[in-house]
C-alpha cells in the first residue's frame, strides 16, 4: 500500500472540496445538504479516551468478549455533552506476542468493526515488549520440559552483564502491586525484532484496511495507532540482583524493594541493557551510559515505525508511547522521531503537563503535527474542578491530539472523575 503523504493529503482534500463546489454550482444537489457533508466529515480537533482494561471485560484472547455494550456504556456516560471539537473515544491494547496471531487479527476487526457500527472515535495501542508469553519460541533458553527451549535464545533476552552467560530467566513488575513476569527482551535481539516488525506491519495493513473502507463522514473515528508502551528497559520489567535464584522459590520470598529512580541508571536493582547495547553495536565493555539506553529504545521505535508507515499510517495519526521516571531523565527523549508523534505517560504531571521539563524539551525539538497523552491518569486532591482543571491544562496545547485515561474500569463509578470530563466537554463546546 503506497505510504500517503502531508501533500498528498491535502490535495486530495483540496480536489474533494472543487468538486463539491462545482456540483453546488452546476445544481446537482441542495446548498444544506452539502454543507451537512462537509460539517460532518471535519475531524474534531481533540479526544479524551478511555482506556478499556485488557482482560477485564474485553479480552484479546476472547474476540466476542469485544462487544457493542462496551462501546456504548462510554459514549453513553458522556451522551449529552458529546458534540462539540472535543469527542469522548475508545482505546484499547492489543499485546500481539501474548496470543496466537489469528486469535489478536479476530480480536483487532471485532474491535475495528465495532468502532465504526457504533461511530466511536478509536486509538488502537500495539505492546510487544510487557507480554510476550505467547513467544516462548523467543524467551525460553533454560527450561527443557517448556515450548520453545533452545540455549540460543539468550540473546533474546537481557543479560546483567556484557557476556550472555548473564542472562535472566525472570523479571518483576509493579502496576499497583509487585508480580513476577518474564524476561526483560533485548529490543535489539534481530530474532526479537523482526517479529515485532512483522507483526508491526501486519497490524497496520489490517487498521489502514479498515480505515480506507471508512466512508469519509467516519474517517475522523480512527484517532490513531500507538506503537511501545512506556518503552525502556529495566523499568516495567526490573530485576533483583542474583534474580535467577528465585525462579524456584516461592514467590512470597521474593524481595519487595522495588525501583528507586533516584539510584542511578540502574534504579537500586540489576543493571539491564547489556544484551542490547551490545546487539545495536553501541559498546561491548565498561559501564552502560544513559544515552546507551535512550539510544538503543529510540532505535526500537524507530523501527516500528517504519513497519506502520511502510503499511500506509500517515504520520498525523502514529504515535510512540515513551515514559520517564525521573525528572528530566533524557529517556523522554526516545519518543522523538521524524516518522511519527510523540507520546507519554503522565501521573505525576497529569495535572499539568506544562511542569513536565523533559516534554516540554521534548515538544520543543518535534516538529511532528501533534503528540499525546497515551497515559493519563490524574491522581491528586479535589473533585469534578480538579478533574476539569487537569484535563484542560493537557488539551490546553493545541497540539496535544488526545489524552487516554487508564482506565474506564477504573473511574467508572467516580463522579468526581466523570463529572470533570463532561465540564470539559461542554467548555469545549464554547469555544470561538
Not at 25 to 41: K, R, V, Y
Not at 254 to 270: E, F, I, M, T, Y
Not at 282 to 288: A, K, M, N, V, Y
Amino acid at each position: 500500500m503506497p505510504q500517503r503523504t502531508n501533500s498528498e493529503g491535502i490535495q486530495m482534500r483540496f480536489e474533494a472540496v472543487m468538486n463539491t463546489a462545482r456540483l453546488i454550482l452546476m445544481g446537482l444537489f441542495i446548498g444544506p445538504m452539502i454543507a451537512c457533508a462537509i460539517a460532518d466529515s471535519s475531524p474534531p480537533m481533540q479526544y479524551i479516551l478511555l482506556n478499556r482494561a485488557p482482560g477485564v471485560r474485553w479480552n484479546q484472547n476472547r474476540p466476542d468478549s469485544i462487544d457493542a455494550d462496551g462501546f456504548e456504556e462510554i459514549k453513553n456516560a458522556f451522551d449529552a455533552e458529546n458534540s462539540g471539537p472535543i469527542r469522548i473515544g475508545v482505546s484499547f491494547i492489543f499485546s500481539y506476542l501474548a496470543s496466537p496471531p489469528q486469535t489478536v487479527e479476530a480480536s483487532l476487526k471485532q474491535c475495528l468493526a465495532l468502532a465504526a457500527q457504533t461511530e466511536t472515535p478509536i486509538v488502537i495501542q500495539l505492546d510487544g515488549e510487557n507480554w510476550w508469553q505467547a513467544r516462548s519460541d523467543l524467551w525460553n533458553w533454560w527450561d527443557p520440559d517448556r515450548p520453545g527451549f533452545n540455549p540460543a535464545n539468550r540473546s533474546n533476552v537481557e543479560w546483567t552483564s556484557w557476556s550472555q552467560a548473564d542472562a535472566v530467566k525472570i523479571c518483576w513488575r509493579n502496576w499497583g502491586r509487585q508480580i513476577r513476569v518474564l524476561p526483560q527482551p533485548n529490543l535489539m535481539s534481530p530474532a526479537y525484532l523482526q517479529t515485532c516488525r512483522e507483526d508491526t506491519r501486519r497490524i497496520s495493513s489490517l487498521v489502514m484496511d479498515w480505515f480506507d473502507k471508512l466512508p469519509p463522514s467516519k474517517k475522523h473515528l480512527f484517532v490513531g495507532l500507538k506503537l511501545g508502551h512506556e518503552s525502556s528497559i529495566g523499568v516495567n520489567a526490573w530485576h533483583y540482583p542474583m534474580g535467577n535464584s528465585f525462579l524456584t522459590e516461592p514467590v512470597a520470598d521474593d524481595p519487595q524493594a522495588g525501583l528507586d529512580h533516584d539510584k542511578g541508571l540502574s534504579r537500586g536493582v540489576a543493571q539491564l541493557g547489556y544484551a542490547a547495547v551490545r546487539t545495536a553495536g553501541l559498546r561491548s565493555q565498561g559501564r552502560i551510559a544513559e544515552d546507551d539506553i535512550v539510544e538503543v529504545v529510540r532505535r526500537y521505535l524507530l523501527a516500528l515505525c517504519r513497519e506502520a508507515r511502510s503499511a500506509g499510517l500517515p504520520r498525523e495519526r502514529l504515535f510512540t508511547h515513551g515514559a520517564g521516571w525521573k525528572d528530566g531523565e533524557k529517556l523522554y527523549d526516545a519518543a522523538v522521531n521524524d516518522l511519527s508523534c510523540p507520546g507519554w505517560s503522565f501521573y505525576k504531571y497529569a495535572h499539568d503537563p506544562r511542569q513536565d521539563a523533559a516534554v516540554q524539551r521534548n515538544l520543543e525539538r518535534s516538529d511532528a503535527l501533534y503528540w499525546a497523552a497515551p497515559e493519563w491518569l490524574y491522581m491528586g486532591p479535589g473533585g469534578a474542578e480538579a478533574w476539569q482543571n487537569a484535563l484542560q491544562n493537557t488539551l490546553g496545547d493545541t497540539r496535544c491530539r488526545y489524552v487516554c485515561i487508564f482506565n474506564w474500569e477504573g473511574i467508572e463509578k467516580n463522579q468526581q472523575a466523570l463529572d470533570g470530563i463532561r465540564r470539559v466537554l461542554l467548555a469545549g463546546k464554547e469555544r470561538p
